[in-house]
């Protein structure tokens, strides 16, 4: 008796084996083209054949039809010359966030969080015009005032090379002359 049952288990399984394969075949004709008739033939047996099939064949079935649809798509796309790639949105350069930290410490202090990122960045670029414009500068002096520890300390020895370093050269460049001015105000505000 068990040797009957293993039997049946086996053409039972092999059935459904063979309907997943028509399905599929039946389903694939659908991706085609639905103008022959023979394809239509198959699309009309499918629901019989989808009855018998478990949930979880069901679902893996639906995915990969839904799989092999997006891969025509895209195919159909790059043919018709279109591109098939999602445009990835633009994120604020290094500049942008620093600046957008330093206006919300100065205009909304209350939901302002320090960022040692953002704030290395702007000590970095501090003596740059074109990177710290003349407007964030004025806000940066302030911001300048409460720095503390190290950083204070780091600030200030950078400034007085920069200092010497400009000293030494007799350069008239305007944008020397405008580091020169900065460095100034900031040597001025932390010595």
């Known amino acids: 008796m068990p040797k009957m049952n293993v039997e049946k288990k086996e053409k039972k399984a092999e059935k459904r084996k063979k309907q997943k394969q028509q399905q599929h075949v039946a389903q694939k004709g659908e991706l085609e083209s639905e103008t022959e008739p ?3 033939k198959q699309n009309l047996q499918a629901p019989k054949e989808e009855e018998e099939l478990t949930a979880e064949e069901r679902r893996k079935l639906e995915r990969k039809l839904k799989k092999e649809r997006k ?21 604020p350069s290094g500049s942008e966030r620093a600046l957008a930290y330093l206006t919300s410490w100065s205009e909304t202090p ?8 953002r704030q290395t960045w702007l000590l970095l670029h501090m003596y740059d015009k074109e990177k710290v414009p003349d407007k964030y500068f004025t806000i ?31 350069v008239e460049d305007p944008k020397l002359l405008e580091k020169c001015e900065r460095i100034r105000q900031v040597l001025q505000l932390l010595s």
């Open 38 to 40: 023979k394809k239509k």
């Open 71 to 91: 891969k025509k798509e895209k195919q159909l796309m790059r043919e018709a010359g279109i591109s098939t790639k999602k445009a990835e949105p633009q994120k």
């Open 110 to 117: 209350e939901e302002w969080k320090f960022q040692k990122t």
């Open 140 to 170: 940066l002096l302030d911001y300048l005032q409460g720095l503390q520890g190290s950083a204070r300390d780091i600030t200030v020895q950078k400034a007085e090379a920069f200092m010497k370093e400009l000293d030494g050269s007799e």
